[in-house]
T-cell receptor
Framework: GENVEQHPSTLSVQEGDSAVIKCTYS??????FPWYKQELGKRPQLIID?????GEKKDQRIAVTLNKTAKHFSLHITETQPEDSAVYFC????????????FGSGTRLSIRP | GAGVSQSPSNKVTEKGKDVELRCDPI?????LYWYRQSLGQGLEFLIY????????KSGLPSDRFSAERTGGSVSTLTIQRTQQEDSAVYLC???????????????FGPGTRLLVL
């Protein structure tokens, strides 16, 4: 079955610097890759997603890149701010088919003032 | 519209008692997931429903755990003979499971915080 590995497990960056979180997946049939953000004490929420027919997607300070050949995808946060501190989860799925979404183990991002 | 709701929001129980957790997904969402999250940890997959059927129960930790979904809507997660290690936040999520236009987005409920004394 599908397996999603996420690194690093914790990440601390200076405010204003960039943060990068990486994930790899095992099932080449996966075609949908979302990223969720979970702030302390709150529920996970989708922040950005990418499908296998594109290599990069941006939304303001957040971008996601996908390398289908290598089966890995990454989240990039630029000009980090204190409110970016949270746990980030990557995930992979086969889209609309009746197969479940698989989450990575999460990355705890801390932004140093 | 209304999001995913879960009840109760908090549950304190004694070891050995049974508990029932409820999830009301977004109307029309065919996929429903249960996860367990211990303090500071990741999302531990428990069970996945597509409609009323559960194609994947592989995450249920033991036979003390069971879940059902009726009418393609509400789901209940039951934990029998609770143990202290069952203490965690139990999260429910639903999605339309339809490609495109955000159809795969998982919407999480607020969770039920379970404490077994």
């Amino acid at each position: 079955g599908e397996n999603v590995e996420q690194h690093p497990s914790t990440l601390s960056v200076q405010e204003g610097d960039s943060a990068v979180i990486k994930c790899t997946y095992s099932d080449s049939a996966s075609n949908y890759f979302p990223w969720y953000k979970q702030e302390l004490g709150k529920r996970p929420q989708l922040i950005i997603d990418i499908r296998s027919n594109v290599g990069e997607k941006k939304d303001q300070r957040i971008a996601v890149t996908l390398n289908k050949t290598a089966k890995h995808f990454s989240l990039h946060i630029t000009e980090t701010q204190p409110e970016d501190s949270a746990v980030y989860f990557c995930a992979a799925s086969k889209g609309s088919s009746a197969s479940k979404i698989i989450f990575g183990s999460g990355t705890r991002l801390s932004i140093r003032p | 519209g209304a999001g995913v709701s879960q009840s109760p929001s908090n549950k304190v129980t004694e070891k050995g008692k049974d508990v029932e957790l409820r999830c009301d997904p977004i109307s029309g969402h065919t996929a429903l997931y249960w996860y367990r999250q211990s303090l500071g940890q990741g999302l531990e997959f428990l069970i996945y429903f597509q409609g009323n059927s559960a194609p994947d129960k592989s995450g249920l930790p033991s036979d003390r755990f069971s879940a059902e979904r009726t009418g393609g809507s509400v789901s209940t997660l039951t934990i029998q003979r609770t143990q202290q290690e069952d203490s965690a936040v139990y999260l429910c999520a639903s999605s339309a499971q339809v490609a495109g236009a955000g159809g795969e987005t998982q919407y999480f409920g607020p969770g039920t915080r379970l404490l077994v004394l």
